[in-house]
C-alpha cells in the first residue's frame, strides 16, 4: 500500500522523489521505499542541525563497503541529503536492502528460532557470518567512524552468510574536534566502564565497540548463550545480566559466582586463540581489547580449519578437536543443534564441505626444516664439543670438517625424521598437530634470538675487542640469547593476537 506524501520531497539535485511503501517506523524516523529507484528513505520529524551536519559528514566521507565489487551492501550507508519544499533537511537516501532475502542475527544464533527459520545450516555458516561481520565493523574503523549501538537487531544477514548493518545515521563521527556522537545502545552489548552512563554525554571509542563485537561473536559461536550469563552460585538472589557485565562477572573471565549455561558449548569448542581472544574482548581495558582486524584474521584461520563429522556431515567444529562436540552435545543434552535437514540456506551459501586432510603442506616442512636443522646443529655441536672436551679427544675433533660432518649425521637427519613425523600424517590428533606448531615457534624464537646474540657480540668485537665467540669468549652469549628469545617469542604472540 502506498503512502500518501504530506510534503513534496527533493534529493540533493533537485530531483522530486516518489515515495513508495513504508518500511518500518521508529520514534526517531519512518523509513520508505521509493518507486524509481533501488535506494531507500528515511524521513526525521524535526531534524536538529546538528543531525542535519553529522548526515552531510557522513555523506561526504562513507566507509569502503567491504563487498563494493558485488551487488550486495554491506553498509546502508546514507548516500544523499532529502530536503522538504522549503529547502530544509528532513532525511536521507540509503541502499534499499532486500529483506526478503535477510533475517536478524538473532534468528541465526538463536538455535531454536534457526531451525525454523534457516534450516540446513551448519556451525560453518556461523563462522562465515562472524568473519564477515568483523569486516564490515574493521570498514568503519578504518573510515574512524565508532558504532556505539552494535546490537542484534541493526545486523541483517543473508542466505548467502553476507550481513548488512542497518541504522547506520546512530554512528559516532567526527569532524575535526566536533564529535557526533552516538545517544543509543543497548546494555547487553555496553561495556562495564559504559553501564548506567548517559550516552549523550560521552564520546565512545572502537574499544568500547569491541566489546559489543566481541558479545555478537560470542553469541554466533556459542549457541546464542551470553557471555555474562550464567547458573549463580551463591546464595540469595542471583545479579541480572547487566549487573553481571558492570561487575565483570562471567563465566568464562574465571568468575567463582557464575557457572557456564548447561545448554552452552565447552568454552574448549573453540580454539585457544579465539577463546583468549574473548577473554580480552570482556576485559575492563578497552585498548587491550581484540580489533575487529584482529577478530577477521583469526576467524579466518578458523574457518580454514574446519572439518565435518564422519557421522553426521552437518556437523562441523574445529580440528584442534579429537572428537565432535555436536554429537557429544546431543548425547548429554539431546539438543540437536544442526539437525541433518536440506534447506534453502544450506543450498544457497555453496560452503565446500570440511573434510580430515592432510595436516601441513611441503611448504611448511620446506620452512621449518632449515630452522630445526641449524638450532639442532648449534645445540649439538655445542654438546659434541663438551663431551669431546670431557673425554680428552679434542685433537680428533680440532678439524671444523669432521665436526660438521659429526654433528650432521647424529643431529640433522633425526631431525628431519621428526619433522616429517609431525607434518606427514593423514587425520593424526590435533593436538598433535597443535604441539608441531608450539615447537616452531619455539623454534623459531630460539633461532632469532641466537642471531640477535651473535649480531651484539660481533658488534662488540669490533667496537670493543671483546665479546667474540669466535675467540672463546661465551660468557654473554647466554644472556643475549634469553633476551632475543623473550623479546621474539612476544613479538610473535602479539602479532598472532
Excluded at 562465515?128 to 574503523?141: E, F, G, P
Excluded at 565512545?204 to 558479545?215: I, P, Q, T, Y
Excluded at 556437523?315 to 554429537?327: E, K
Aim: glycine content about 8%.
Amino acid at each position: 500500500m502506498n503512502v500518501a506524501e504530506p510534503l513534496k520531497l527533493f534529493d540533493a539535485d533537485g530531483k522530486l522523489i516518489q515515495l513508495g511503501n513504508e518500511l518500518g517506523r521508529g520514534g526517531e524516523a519512518t523509513v520508505y521505499a521509493t518507486k524509481t529507484s533501488s535506494q531507500a528513505v528515511k524521513i526525521y520529524p524535526k531534524p536538529s542541525e546538528e543531525k542535519t551536519r553529522k548526515l552531510e559528514l557522513m555523506i561526504s566521507s562513507p566507509p569502503l563497503d567491504p563487498t563494493a565489487k558485488t551487488s550486495h551492501v554491506s553498509i546502508a550507508w546514507p548516500t544523499e541529503i532529502v530536503k522538504n519544499e522549503s529547502g530544509e533537511v528532513v532525511g536521507f537516501t540509503m541502499p534499499l536492502v532486500n529483506t526478503s532475502k535477510a533475517i536478524p542475527l538473532h534468528q541465526l544464533y538463536n538455535p531454536k528460532v534457526r531451525r525454523q527459520r534457516a534450516p540446513g545450516i551448519t556451525w560453518q555458516y556461523l563462522v562465515r557470518i562472524a568473519r564477515n561481520l568483523s569486516a564490515v565493523v574493521a570498514a568503519l574503523h578504518d573510515r574512524g567512524y565508532v558504532i556505539g549501538d552494535l546490537n542484534e537487531s541493526n545486523v541483517l544477514v543473508t542466505d548467502r552468510a553476507l550481513v548488512t548493518l542497518v541504522d547506520c545515521d546512530s554512528v559516532q563521527a567526527q569532524n575535526g574536534s566536533t564529535i557526533y556522537r552516538c545517544t543509543v545502545g543497548k546494555g547487553e552489548y555496553t561495556p562495564p566502564e559504559l553501564q548506567g552512563k548517559a550516552f549523550e554525554k560521552i564520546n565512545r571509542s572502537k574499544g568500547h565497540d569491541a566489546f559489543g563485537l566481541g558479545v555478537l561473536l560470542f553469541l554466533l559461536l556459542m549457541e546464542g548463550v551470553h557471555p555474562f550469563s550464567g547458573v549463580y552460585t551463591l546464595e540469595g538472589e542471583p545479579p541480572g545480566l547487566l549487573e553481571n557485565i558492570r561487575t565483570k562477572k562471567s563465566p568464562y573471565l574465571k568468575s567463582k559466582e557464575l557457572n557456564p549455561m548447561p545448554i552452552s558449548p565447552p568454552f574448549e569448542t573453540l580454539p585457544t586463540s579465539l577463546q583468549q581472544l574473548f577473554k580480552r574482548a570482556f576485559g575492563a581495558i578497552p585498548r587491550w581489547r581484540p580489533t575487529a582486524k584482529t577478530w577477521l584474521r583469526d576467524l579466518e584461520r578458523l574457518e580454514q580449519n574446519l572439518v565435518a563429522c564422519s557421522e553426521n556431515s552437518f556437523h562441523v567444529y574445529s580440528d584442534h578437536l579429537n572428537s565432535c562436540p555436536w554429537c557429544k552435545r546431543g548425547e548429554t543434552l539431546g539438543i540437536e543443534a544442526f539437525p541433518a535437514m536440506s534447506g534453502f540456506y544450506q543450498q544457497s551459501l555453496h560452503l565446500s564441505k570440511a573434510e580430515p586432510r592432510l595436516r601441513g603442506s611441503l611448504l611448511d616442512f620446506v620452512k621449518l626444516l632449515p630452522v630445526v636443522t641449524l638450532l639442532l646443529l648449534l645445540l649439538g655441536g655445542g654438546a659434541g664439543y663438551g663431551l669431546f672436551r670431557i673425554v680428552s679427544l679434542e685433537p680428533f675433533i680440532s678439524n671444523l670438517y669432521i665436526r660438521l660432518v659429526i654433528v650432521t649425521g647424529t643431529v640433522a637427519l633425526p631431525s628431519i625424521f621428526l619433522i616429517a613425523l609431525f607434518y606427514y600424517r593423514v587425520k593424526a590428533s590435533p593436538r598433535w598437530y597443535g604441539g608441531s606448531r608450539l615447537i616452531e615457534r619455539i623454534l623459531q624464537a630460539s633461532l632469532g634470538g641466537l642471531a640477535l646474540a651473535l649480531l651484539v657480540t660481533t658488534g662488540l668485537e669490533l667496537a670493543f675487542g671483546i665479546g667474540s665467540i669466535f675467540k672463546g669468549d661465551w660468557s654473554l652469549l647466554p644472556g643475549l640469547w634469553i633476551l632475543g628469545f623473550g623479546l621474539l617469542w612476544r613479538l610473535r604472540r602479539t602479532r598472532r593476537s
